[in-house]
């Protein structure tokens, strides 16, 4: 399997002097959620705004602060952290940081661990606005780059010395997911890949709704898996409080007819299609203009078939690989392998809803794939992120039997 995200990497967190550094204890703490074994460098001035006892509770480990604390750790321990570094974060960069960075001054810890890093470097400028619109700081931004280190754009709004623009640290997750992005092997590279997620909702009137409760964890998963690893994705999404994946084109619909006709559209574009939406079944044969109002009788509702967007899809292609999904209270191998023949499927993921660690709503998800082969692998229980690069890591496999 393809290394899950952050798993196992050696992650060094430089923290600078700036009001941001109360968001790098966060940064860390996700780090650390996503199995990263991270450390931690801080400039001297960085401490008057985080204790470094603060970044030694999160991660474990001694925080670096100085060259001539005279312990070994602090002699030599930048040098070997460098070398065993697979990724470095500075966050928040200061303006002074930039410029010992752009012009190899090396007077402390952090500006001395830095020339002898060799892995990729991401570098999270934090300021004043004007600051980081100044002359000196945007030249040694574009030595920065040149050198080839990433840099992270900075966020734009109200600032804490009280004006407003570009100067704010980018929120810890993002910062989180554009490391994992650097980090992962780009092996969709140049693949287009069509993912559907979330529910779909059939209008009763103008307030009520036929819906499910999918929110579009899985499929939203997928997508930004698929992206860390280089490939072009188009996210067809019905209703969901999800925020994009960062580099995800995304198109927003209510209906199944919508759903039909986005992905109908795109699946011509598509290398592979992975279908996790929870399309409703049926609709309302008539909805009404206006709100329903209760009355003593019982409410009948006539429903109709909606279209069957994962057959049709599956009539219709054209050497893509097709990926559906099969919720199920019971009988889950017999529905699934059904819906694998009928829908003329490669692979299906099928998971059992109503365990309170499964299917709709839970961060994790317990599944089974089965194969147009013939074969089935049952998966533990595990996080809907680590599935979708499971899932990811057999579409690569199909196809390299394909060829």
Same mark, same amino acid.
């Given at each position: 399997?393809?290394?899950?995200?952050?798993?196992?990497?050696?992650?060094?967190?430089?923290?600078?002097?700036?009001?941001?550094?109360?968001?790098?204890?966060?940064?860390?703490?996700?780090?650390?959620?996503?199995?990263?074994?991270?450390?931690?460098?801080?400039?001297?001035?960085?401490?008057?705004?985080?204790?470094?006892?603060?970044?030694?509770?999160?991660?474990?480990?001694?925080?670096?602060?100085?060259?001539?604390?005279? =312990?070994?750790?602090? +002699?030599? &321990?930048?040098?070997?952290? $460098?070398?065993?570094?697979?990724?470095? /974060?500075?966050? @928040?960069? !200061?303006?002074?940081?930039?410029?010992?960075?752009?012009?190899?001054?090396?007077?402390?810890?952090?500006?001395?661990?830095?020339?002898?890093?060799?892995?990729?470097?991401?570098?999270?400028?934090?300021?004043?606005?004007?600051?980081?619109?100044?002359?000196?700081?945007?030249?040694?931004?574009?030595?920065?780059?040149?050198?080839?280190?990433?840099?992270?754009?900075?966020?734009?709004?109200?600032?804490?010395?009280?004006?407003?623009?570009?100067?704010?640290?980018?929120?810890?997750?993002?910062?989180?997911?554009?490391?994992?992005?650097?980090?992962?092997?780009?092996?969709?590279?140049?693949? =287009?890949?069509?993912? +559907?997620? &979330?529910?779909?909702?059939? $209008?009763?009137?103008?307030?009520?709704? /036929?819906?499910? @409760?999918? !929110?579009?964890?899985?499929?939203?998963?997928?997508?930004?898996?698929?992206?860390?690893?280089?490939?072009?994705?188009?996210?067809?999404?019905?209703?969901?409080?999800?925020?994009?994946?960062?580099?995800?084109?995304?198109?927003?619909?209510?209906?199944?007819?919508?759903?039909?006709?986005?992905?109908?559209?795109?699946?011509?574009?598509?290398?592979?299609?992975?279908?996790?939406?929870?399309?409703?079944?049926?609709?309302?044969?008539?909805?009404?203009?206006?709100?329903?109002?209760?009355?003593?009788?019982?409410?009948?509702?006539?429903?109709?078939?909606?279209?069957?967007?994962?057959?049709?899809?599956?009539?219709?292609?054209? &050497?893509?690989?097709?990926?559906?999904?099969?919720?199920?209270?019971?009988?889950?191998?017999?529905?699934?392998?059904?819906?694998?023949?009928?829908?003329?499927?490669?692979?299906?993921?099928?998971?059992?809803?109503?365990?309170?660690?499964?299917?709709?709503?839970?961060?994790?998800?317990?599944?089974?794939?089965?194969?147009?082969?013939?074969?089935?692998?049952?998966?533990?229980?595990?996080?809907?992120?680590?599935?979708?690069?499971?899932?990811?890591?057999?579409?690569?496999?199909?196809?390299?039997?394909?060829?």
């Amino acid at each position: 399997m393809v290394p899950y995200d952050l798993e196992g990497k050696r992650i060094v967190l430089g923290v600078c002097g700036g009001i941001a550094a109360y968001k790098s204890a966060e940064l860390l703490r996700l780090l650390v959620k996503q199995g990263a074994e991270p450390r931690v460098v801080m400039t001297a001035n960085a401490v008057h705004f985080v204790g470094p006892m603060t970044f030694e509770a999160l991660s474990g480990k001694k925080v670096l602060l100085d060259l001539f604390s005279g =312990n070994d750790e602090a +002699t030599i &321990g930048h040098i070997q952290w $460098a070398q065993e570094a697979d990724a470095v /974060i500075i966050a @928040p960069a !200061t303006a002074n940081f930039l410029a010992k960075l752009a012009h190899g001054i090396a007077d402390d810890a952090l500006s001395t661990f830095m020339l002898a890093v060799t892995c990729p470097v991401i570098i999270c400028p934090s300021m004043n606005t004007n600051m980081l619109n100044s002359r000196p700081v945007q030249r040694n931004l574009e030595t920065i780059k040149k050198d080839g280190h990433l840099v992270v754009d900075p966020c734009a709004g109200e600032l804490a010395c009280g004006t407003s623009g570009p100067g704010r640290l980018p929120e810890p997750h993002y910062i989180v997911d554009y490391l994992a992005g650097i980090m992962a092997p780009k092996d969709f590279r140049g693949k =287009n890949i069509l993912v +559907t997620a &979330g529910p779909t909702r059939e $209008a009763i009137d103008p307030v009520r709704y /036929i819906s499910n @409760p999918s !929110t579009g964890k899985m499929g939203f998963a997928i997508a930004r898996a698929a992206e860390r690893r280089g490939a072009n994705v188009m996210l067809v999404t019905g209703p969901t409080a999800l925020e994009a994946p960062p580099n995800v084109r995304v198109t927003r619909v209510e209906t199944a007819a919508q759903m039909a006709e986005a992905v109908l559209d795109f699946m011509e574009h598509a290398d592979i299609i992975i279908k996790t939406a929870a399309v409703s079944d049926y609709r309302p044969c008539s909805v009404s203009e206006r709100k329903l109002k209760k009355n003593e009788r019982n409410l009948e509702l006539s429903l109709e078939r909606t279209d069957d967007i994962l057959r049709e899809v599956g009539r219709r292609k054209s &050497g893509q690989i097709l990926v559906g999904f099969a919720a199920e209270t019971h009988d889950l191998e017999s529905y699934a392998l059904k819906k694998l023949e009928e829908k003329n499927l490669d692979i299906i993921v099928a998971n059992r809803i109503g365990p309170p660690d499964s299917g709709f709503a839970s961060d994790t998800n317990k599944a089974v794939l089965f194969f147009r082969n013939g074969t089935k692998e049952p998966l533990e229980l595990m996080s809907k992120e680590k599935m979708a690069h499971l899932l990811l890591d057999r579409i690569i496999a199909l196809q390299e039997d394909r060829q």
